[in-house]
């Protein structure tokens, strides 16, 4: 399973970015799928995650009330719709999968995914 991101870019404090997960050639609808983050000098950090259905989803408290996951199943594509973005945000973005069952159940998002992506840059810089 290849995970392909894309959506990444510079922009200003305040600007907004959609971030994209797919994964050609392979039907994500059993997947849990997890973002997270790496920026130089810092940890990684999980910044949000779905349930296969969109049920369950969880976010990082730094981004609370400004990021918002979601899927759509029919595109085989997960979305991380980014707004009010801040410099601390800059990083590595990268989609990860799992089909064990219930990696997103844990609302402090410390599941193992078994797949990952390389990863799209998100700069925030004025």
């Known amino acids: 399973l290849q995970l392909v991101e894309s959506g990444g870019g510079l922009v200003q404090p305040g600007g907004s970015l959609r971030l994209s997960c797919t994964a050609p050639?392979?039907?994500?609808?059993?997947?849990?799928i997890g973002w997270f983050r790496q920026a130089p000098g810092r940890a990684r950090e999980a910044v949000s995650c779905?349930?296969?259905?969109?049920?369950?989803?969880h976010y990082a408290d730094s981004v609370k009330g400004r990021f918002i996951i979601s899927r759509y199943n029919a595109k085989n594509t997960v979305f991380l719709e980014m707004d009010s973005l801040k410099p601390e945000d800059t990083g590595n973005y990268y989609c990860?999968?799992?089909?064990?069952?219930?990696?997103?159940?844990?609302?402090?998002?410390?599941?193992?995914?078994?797949?990952r992506g390389q990863g799209t840059q998100v700069t925030v810089s004025s």
């Open positions: 779905i349930s296969t259905r969109g049920e369950i989803r």
């Open positions: 050639g392979f039907i994500l609808d059993d997947y849990d």
């Open positions: 990860t999968a799992d089909n064990s069952g219930g990696a997103c159940y844990d609302e402090a998002m410390t599941a193992t995914y078994d797949y």
